[in-house]
């Protein structure tokens, strides 16, 4: 259905539109013979029309050709932008070095190596989120008819149903990291890698994060027998 449909589409762009390109370059040509006519004489009130006209026409097909290589590149990354492509490692190297921070000014500090931007934000945010101060005034939640909601399951550790039930509930050809693996890699070799994935949950559940940043740059060591 959706191809027939396709199809009768590209046929009523032929027959009502037709080449974007080639009548953008017939416009864009004749306006320029018109040009050098003018540098020499003076153009007539035909051509002076026609001139003008097809002006017009080059702005408005340049404005539907924008458009239209707009929405081909969005369907491109609709395509291409979640698999395991090419596609997909620039797209996740250039979000990389956007969001990088060269480096962070307190005062007169500067720092620029890792450990003394990481101490730094701790310092920062150590002494503006570890400070507690006295409440003057308490929201009444039962006055409000607001009913208590039982928190403690969040302070568990993650289980492996938990984490199976995740996977299972995400699409196959997404992927979830920036290392390219797709759900589906993770559900067929669920069996293999399930430990090292529940370790590396409990690692990060007891706060063990030193070593967390490896998991963009990790990779999988194949052994032929």
Known sequence: MFKNTAKELQSWSQRNVGQIKLQLLVAKTVVHWLDKAQEERQLTMEEHQLRKELKLKS????????????????????????????????????????????????????????????????????????????????????????????????????SEAEVWGTLRSLPNDKAPGPDGFTV???????????????AAFNAFYRNSCAHLRRLNGNGIQYKVA
């Open 184 to 198: 589906e890699f993770y559900r067929v070799a669920w069996p293999v890698i399930k430990e090292a994935i529940m």
């Open 59 to 158: 702005l408005g097909l340049s404005s539907l050709e924008r458009t239209m290589i707009r929405l081909r590149s969005r369907i491109s990354y609709l395509r291409d932008g979640d698999a395991n492509t090419h596609l997909f490692h620039m797209q996740a190297g250039h979000r990389a070095k956007k969001k990088f921070i060269t480096r962070l000014q307190h005062g007169e500090h500067t720092a620029v190596t890792h450990e003394d931007k990481e101490t730094m934000l701790f310092q920062h945010f150590n002494s503006i989120l570890s400070t507690a101060s006295d409440r003057t005034e308490l929201i009444d939640l039962a006055a409000l008819n607001i009913q208590p909601v039982d928190l403690h399951q969040l302070d568990c550790p993650f």
